[in-house]
């Protein structure tokens, strides 16, 4: 069965709700709307734009630095999906991003060679299913090159341009529990019983899986029958990454006999082209992934840690010899979170993305270990709650793209600031819709928790157009993970209900990411806990600055942001109303539901339920149950199997039987992700708002358009 991956394990599910407009907007600036046009008089944001959003992800950069391959996305109003468009554009100072083909269709992954720009590889739904395609960039001749069952991934191109590697899932044929009578001819009987007897059987957003594995296989550049290298019943991802003779492929994968039950281990292995054999390369406790070779081929960079079942456990970046030995860290003093490594084209060091008190940055880090800090202000990926994260790429020469945000912008494509006068932004792909919707301003502020004293940080948006002079009610928003960041971002969500009339709060309680190991797991074992404090300071720092009704305070969060609003409801009574969306109530019931369930036990518990059944309870919101008087709402996914609507269905029960007013919504069709959709986005920020205005909060801006 497929592995549950480590970032899957975390209870949120960010949600990237930002897709693209099948007609869209030109990627350059557009112009501010002229003061004498009346009609074009800025007004707040409405629920209808969210299918206005566009974004841009994946950049990735030739290896000569000349052109950069980008997705732009964006809402269709018509499907109600999320669809992706490649688009093409020079590094030259002035250049104009294009489309990369013409039409409707879903592009994404684009892959160049390890040499020159002329000439990409991407995976596009034009002809039907998902399948690699090439492009000639100087002709715009374009050839489809497989004809997959499956959709593929990590796409890798060979070093001498001749073959290109990628992933794809594979189904197994069990053997079937029982043999059963056929029905008779013209007979109809109800569907077969299904036997499960795999550990891992379901994953939140897949829903039941299908046996089968994720393999590695290779196919010619020129096209034709790809070659499955691997073939037993583990799983291997990607990135691939090549060995200058082309004659390997370094992969990830966990080869355990009991990989089921240790979801994190993973080792790094060297994969034959010739004949699919496999040498392992590393082999302690614990993650080892995202291989990338020196340009010499001498030394192997790879992400890690050794395992030590806490349930945060700061990523590094590794080096070793070609054959494994002389492992080491590059950044045992950084104490955040490497991703995404990429040599520097002389191989003296190496490119990486990290988080840093909220904000998204790309460091460099010598072989010595000597790190600086060479971009920050990147994200803008997650549109509907300001989560960090980001995505870059570097070429031979240095150059670098990546994705720019801010907490009035989605993500754009751009490149560092240079000498030769480009800098910053290639693309405003939102600059149309915010010139007439301008967002909220986002301000950060630093709370001393009345805990301990701790700095936390926070961010407070408020109304466009706002007045001090005025009172405004105040929204707690909290984000899930619980090791997760948010930062200086956009967020859809806190925009609307700002256009709304409210102040809105987010914060990184203990427990976030970004802040280093110690501050990470300072809820190890006791989540919540000392995180409501860091909470609770945070609104009353945002009560001081002045401007908010105290009456009217409101809290809401999703997945683990669930959880601690579900705490806090449990904790005081001073919130008018809460919204508790996708939360877990119950934590013993939680770990035996979740699809996730071999990494909770592990590494969030001391042990299972029944050997350490007084910790899941003094932890789980329904040991509070009897001192909830707060108006409560829980919003949930039908098909969550992360935290399960079970969850849901337990606390509002709970609170039915009590006399305390609430509701339950179930989002039909929605896994983890209630918002994935863009209507599903409208949605949900709607019936929070829906729930506040029903209890004193301000009235819901519908609109149109």
């Not at 256009?499 to 427990?511: E, F, Q």
Request: net charge negative; proline share 9%; hydrophobic share 35%.
């Amino acid at each position: 069965m497929r592995p549950l991956p480590l970032a899957a394990c975390l209870l949120l599910l960010a949600c990237t709700t930002a897709a693209r407009d099948p007609a869209p907007r030109a990627a350059r600036v557009a112009p501010a709307a002229s003061s004498t046009d009346d009609a074009a008089a800025p007004t707040p944001l409405r629920l209808m734009d969210v299918f206005e959003l566009e974004w841009v992800s994946d950049p990735r950069i030739s290896a000569d630095g000349s052109r950069i391959a980008f997705a732009r996305h964006g809402m269709d109003v018509r499907t109600d999906r999320r669809t992706s468009r490649l688009w093409i554009v020079s590094t030259e100072y002035g250049a104009e991003p294009r489309p990369l083909t013409e039409g409707e269709v879903d592009e994404g992954q684009p892959c160049w060679p390890t040499r020159g720009a002329d000439v990409l590889a991407y995976v596009s739904v034009a002809s039907g299913g998902a399948q690699i395609h090439k492009r000639w960039l100087d002709t715009g001749a374009s050839v489809r090159l497989t004809h997959l069952p499956r959709s593929p991934g990590s796409l890798a191109w060979s070093p001498d341009g001749k073959w290109i590697a990628f992933t794809m899932f594979v189904p197994s044929r069990p053997e079937p529990f029982v043999e059963l009578p056929s029905p008779p001819e013209g007979a109809t009987w109800a569907d077969p019983p299904i036997v499960i007897e795999e550990l891992t059987y379901r994953a939140d957003g897949a829903g039941y899986l299908e046996p089968g594995n994720t393999h590695v296989f290779v196919v010619s550049a020129d096209g034709g029958t790809p070659r499955q290298l691997t073939t037993d019943d583990h799983d291997y991802g990607g990135p691939l990454a090549w060995t200058p003779d082309g004659a390997s492929i370094l992969v990830s994968g966990n080869r355990r006999d009991d990989h089921e039950l240790e979801p994190v281990d993973s080792s790094l292995w060297e994969l034959s082209v010739a004949d699919g054999s496999l040498v392992q390369l590393t082999d302690r406790f614990g993650p080892e992934a995202h291989p990338v070779l020196s340009p010499d081929g001498e030394r192997v960079a790879f992400l890690g840690f050794e395992d030590t079942r806490h349930a945060y456990q700061v990523t590094q970046l590794w080096v070793m010899d070609r054959d494994g030995g002389n492992v080491r860290s590059l950044t045992p003093d950084l104490d955040r979170d490497v991703e995404s490594p990429a040599w520097t084209g002389d191989g003296s060091g190496l490119w990486f993305q990290y988080d840093d008190h909220g904000d998204t940055k790309i460091g460099l880090v010598s072989l010595d270990g000597e790190v600086r800090e060479a971009v920050s202000g990147l994200g803008g990926l997650s549109l509907g709650r300001p989560y960090s994260g980001a995505q870059f790429s570097v070429a031979a020469n240095g150059r670098l793209a990546y994705t720019r945000g801010d907490p009035g912008r989605p993500a754009d494509l751009a490149m560092p600031d240079s000498t030769d006068g480009r800098s910053g932004r290639i693309t405003d792909v939102n600059g149309d819709l915010f010139a007439i919707r301008p967002p909220g301003a986002v301000e950060k502020i630093t709370v001393p928790s009345s805990f301990d004293g701790r700095p936390i940080d926070a961010w407070i948006v408020t109304p466009p157009g706002f007045d001090p002079t005025k009172s405004y009610p105040l929204v707690l928003e909290i984000h899930g993970g619980p090791h997760t960041a948010y930062g200086p971002h956009f967020s859809m969500e806190c925009q609307l209900y700002a256009a709304a009339g409210y102040v809105v709060v987010y914060a990184n309680p203990r427990g976030s990411t970004s802040y280093g190991g110690e501050f990470g797991n300072l809820i190890h074992h006791a989540y919540p806990s000392e995180d409501y404090d860091d909470l609770m300071s945070c609104v009353d720092a945002v009560i001081a600055r002045g401007s908010i009704d105290e009456e009217r305070l409101y809290v809401t969060g999703g997945s683990g942001g669930g959880v601690l609003s579900a705490w806090i409801v449990g904790k005081t009574n001073r919130f008018r109303a809460a919204v508790v969306a996708k939360p877990v109530i119950d934590w013993a019931s939680f770990a035996l539901t979740s699809d996730g369930y071999p990494y909770y036990v592990r590494y969030w518990f001391p042990g299972p339920p029944w050997e350490a059944h007084e910790e899941y309870w003094r932890r789980s919101p329904l040991s509070l149950v009897g001192n909830v008087s707060t108006p409560t709402m829980l919003l949930t996914g039908e098909e969550d199997h992360r935290t399960p609507i079970s969850q849901s269905e337990q606390y509002y029960q709970a609170l039915k039987l009590r006399g305390v007013d609430t509701a339950l919504v179930r989002i039909p069709g929605a896994s983890h992700g209630i918002a994935a959709r863009p209507s599903q986005l409208m949605a949900k920020v709607a019936h929070v708002l829906g729930w506040f205005r029903r209890h004193g909060g301000e009235e819901l801006p519908v609109g149109d358009r």
